[in-house]
């Protein structure tokens, strides 16, 4: 066969499976339970040059968790403490220590990376649902991976706010320089 006669030769036909059912745009956050949420965030800020973002707790109407958000180019660590005994981020402290629970991927539509993942076999940790304030909306849906870490899908669209509904800019006195972090570029889950 030359190369002007390619009259014989059969390109496979596009196999519908083969296109990203689940493009990612990339890490949205990553949050961590931890002992004391404040203390942990401080010492992000202090050891790895991570910059106050934003807070959540009870003066923004959380009655059950705190979270502290600190940011580097486009690292965004959440750090979780509970505010009462009991419950499961208690539980995945007492089992674990100080550790990530969720790793948020930054998608275009959180219903549909819900849907294609479940129908291929995820376990649903929460349907999607959306979260709205004064600087907009954002819809969230989260899978199980693997051990008791979770993917939580986070769709951004045209909220302004300073991290999600509910949260408030975190301006504490304290702001470290940055150390030159700039994005997570992988993660590695650890099994049994």
């Known amino acids: 066969m030359s190369l002007q006669d390619n009259t014989s030769l059969q390109l496979p036909k596009e196999n519908p499976e083969a296109k990203d059912f689940l493009p990612l745009l990339g890490t949205d956050h990553v949050e961590l339970y931890v002992g004391n949420a404040k203390q942990a965030a401080y010492y992000y800020m202090a050891a790895w040059g991570f910059q106050p973002l934003a807070y959540a707790g009870l003066e923004t109407g959380l009655k059950d968790r ?3 958000v600190v940011q580097q180019n ?19 402290i007492e089992a674990h220590g100080d ?33 709205a ?37 975190w301006e504490p006195f304290y702001k470290p320089q940055d150390v030159g972090l700039k994005y997570i570029d992988h993660m590695v889950g650890n099994v049994g």
């Open 99 to 131: 550790g990530v629970k969720a790793i948020a991927l930054w998608v275009d539509d959180a219903a549909k990376s819900f849907r294609e993942t479940t129908k291929r076999g995820a376990k649903s940790y929460f349907e999607p649902k959306t979260l």
């Open 133 to 169: 304030d004064e600087h907009g909306k954002v819809t969230l849906s989260g899978i199980h991976t693997y051990g008791e870490t979770v993917h939580i899908f986070v769709e951004r669209g045209s909220f302004k706010g300073a991290f999600l509904p509910g949260f408030r800019k």
């Open 74 to 92: 486009k690292i965004r660590l959440v750090l979780t403490s509970p505010l009462k005994s009991g419950g499961e981020i208690n539980r995945h």
């Open 66 to 68: 705190v979270s502290y």
